[in-house]
């Protein structure tokens, strides 16, 4: 092996080590490696900005305009309310009820929007049917990935493979040919969700309603000048028996008191830290005397005006304040609303809120006005979770319009008038020149960290092919599982794909594995398409963590699930997958 193989494979080891160990953001990680591999020379500036131009990674990018003119045309609030029905056939029946559809609508639009619609509908119907919405909220996010591979459109991954294989062999995937496996896998989930992943799943309840169990706040507030509080025991100024809140310490300047004994008196411009449930941080609220650290003046304004209301979101991947504490971020200007607490799924966080850096996948708790609700209901940077009574109604004619366009999108590809890249394109015309999205809401619905991982993937696929690592790797495979031919060959990178994808991002797995399946087909002789169709497959089959797909990140903190949940649930799914896929895959494919 020459010593440029070495060299990539190292660059690619360092750049997967440091996704999963999530030291800096993805895209930042994916991109560092592309320059490294550039200005080592390994590959050329043509080949590392190829990915940047692929038709692949174009195509995601217009789909994330088509999928935002659904989201906000508000078809799919009206397909939501009509999917759940009340209740009244069970548990059991009401998961299915919601992971048919889903699935289907999955099929055809981004999983991402779909995830952030239903999980404020679904945690709000759960707890007024006197469900726990951590019954439903994984298999939602379970189901967007079912429903992804049934189509070429159904995740940015399928377009990636495709992209990659085009670029390699000139070929494309057909609109629904990934559904002769995805399909059957999809099939193969929803049943074992339905009769055994439902028992495994946590009920978070409190008191028997559907509430969220286990989802602990880090709550700072400050005890105003002038506060009838000031010279009063924890004990007397009623904060040491509240119900659903603990005082962890009392930061005062620069001391710190902690425990905090009953007896402590209280001074003016003490910042008081609390852990505890949401229910508790409202309660708070209410004590006079107690401001929150950041936004008072937001909070007397809001409290004055009538407006003030608690909204939950979730930090998206694409938001702005990430790595950022909410000071340095200045979150009270930005966004209009005060962050009175944090919740970072299943951790116990003790430090001060202001100090605190802030990641993909936390949930926030904001005191906001209504105009933070119509500003950020449909952005990329938040994720609502809190169920609104007052969310935009349903547009008929922009929901039509929108449909249509969607339906002319797929028929066109399907029927091979346009590839999928040209139809997307019409699309995203008719719904910018029907008003149906504005162009500042197409350039905001695009999310540029995802693109940059995937063209960056395209290069780093790449210096894997033209190195020789990818055939090394791929002699290092074959002669593991060579007494079982193509069909070892096959499991191994079902295998290998599924347990990269869980710990990076899915694209990146499947750029990383594409070069080895290939170089492995060349070696065996065989046709490679279905080592294509089993990248793309196992890349989206992210079930056991929640890092591995953006969506399972997006339901972490709301379900009130911990890590363990997800692999309890997810491991036999992804196994299931897995058998599935090498039981398919070969009966529509020759090798």
């Known amino acids: 092996m020459s010593f440029t193989a070495v060299f990539t494979i190292a660059v690619v080891l360092l750049m997967l080590a440091a996704l999963m160990l999530e030291l800096i953001e993805a895209d930042v990680i994916v991109f560092g490696a592309l320059g490294v591999l550039l200005v080592s020379g390994i590959i050329t500036p043509k080949e590392a900005l190829a990915g940047f131009s692929n038709q692949g990674m174009l195509t995601v990018a217009i789909l994330f305009i088509v999928a935002y003119a659904a989201q906000s045309a508000g078809f799919m609030q009206f397909f939501a309310d009509r999917v759940m029905g009340n209740g009244k056939g069970g548990e059991a029946r009401s998961l299915l009820r919601m992971m048919v559809p889903v699935a289907g609508l999955s099929a055809f639009l981004n999983n991402t929007p779909i995830v952030a619609m239903f999980t404020p509908y679904l945690r709000e119907w759960s707890q007024r049917n006197g ?26 991954t399928n377009l990636v493979v495709s992209g990659l294989y085009s670029q390699k062999y000139g070929g494309q995937l057909g609109m629904f040919e990934l559904g002769l496996v995805g399909i059957p896998c999809g099939i193969a989930g929803i049943l074992y969700l339905y009769f055994i992943g439902r028992h495994l799943l946590p009920d978070n309840r409190v008191d028997g309603v559907g509430a969220d169990e286990g989802r ?45 004994k009953p007896q402590e008196h209280l ?63 200045n979150f009270r200007a930005r966004y209009d609303a005060a962050v009175l607490a944090v919740h970072r799924h299943g951790e116990r966080l003790r430090s001060k809120l202001g100090e605190l850096v ?10 906001a006005g209504d105009d933070f609700i119509k500003r950020w209901n449909f952005s990329r940077e938040f994720y609502l979770v809190s169920k609104l009574s007052d969310l935009p109604r349903i547009n008929r004619k922009k929901s039509i319009i929108t ?25 995203t015309l008719v719904l910018l020149f029907s008003r149906c999205i504005t162009t500042v809401e197409a350039r905001r619905s695009i999310e ?22 990818a055939a090394w790797l791929a002699d290092q495979i074959i002669g593991s599982v060579h007494q079982w031919g193509a069909i070892g060959v096959l499991a191994a990178i079902c295998l290998i794909t599924t347990i990269l994808t869980e710990v990076i991002t899915n694209n990146a797995a499947a750029a990383v594995i594409f070069p080895i399946a290939m170089a492995s087909a060349q ?13 793309a497959i196992s890349a989206s089959a992210s079930f056991a963590t929640p890092i591995g797909y953006q969506t399972n990140m997006m339901v972490y903190g709301p379900g009130g699930y911990r890590a363990k949940d997800f692999f309890k649930v997810g491991v036999p799914l992804n196994i299931l997958y897995m058998v599935v896929s090498i039981l398919v895959i070969p009966l529509f494919w020759k090798f």
């Open 131 to 156: 469900f726990a919405p951590s019954k439903f909220l994984i298999p939602l996010s379970y189901t967007t990935i079912f429903g992804g591979v049934f189509t070429l459109i159904g995740t940015s």
């Open 216 to 260: 602990e706040y880090l709550l700072e507030v400050k005890v105003a000048d002038g506060a009838d509080l000031i010279g009063k025991t924890i004990e007397t100024a009623g904060l040491r028996n509240l119900e659903q809140l603990y005082m962890v310490e009392i930061v005062r300047d620069s001391e710190r008191i902690a425990p905090v």
């Open 267 to 329: 001074h003016a411009g003490d910042r008081l830290i609390f852990t505890g449930k949401a229910e508790g941080v409202a309660q708070l609220q209410k004590i006079n005397g107690l401001q929150p650290v950041h936004g008072h003046d937001l909070r007397q304004e809001l409290l004055q005006n009538g407006e003030a209301r608690l909204v939950e979101v979730v930090v998206s991947p694409s938001c702005p304040m990430l790595g950022k504490t909410i000071k340095e971020g």
């Open 358 to 367: 802030l990641k993909p996948g936390d949930t926030l708790l904001l005191l």
């Open 403 to 427: 449909f249509c366009a969607l339906v002319v999108m797929v028929a066109l590809s399907a029927a091979g008038v346009m590839d999928i890249f040209e139809a997307a394109i019409v699309a």
């Open 448 to 469: 540029l960290n995802v693109l940059i991982v995937i063209a960056s993937s395209f290069g780093i696929s790449k210096a894997l092919e033209k190195t020789g690592a």
């Open 523 to 535: 070696q065996l002789h065989v046709d490679p398409k279905p080592f294509v169709v089993a990248i």
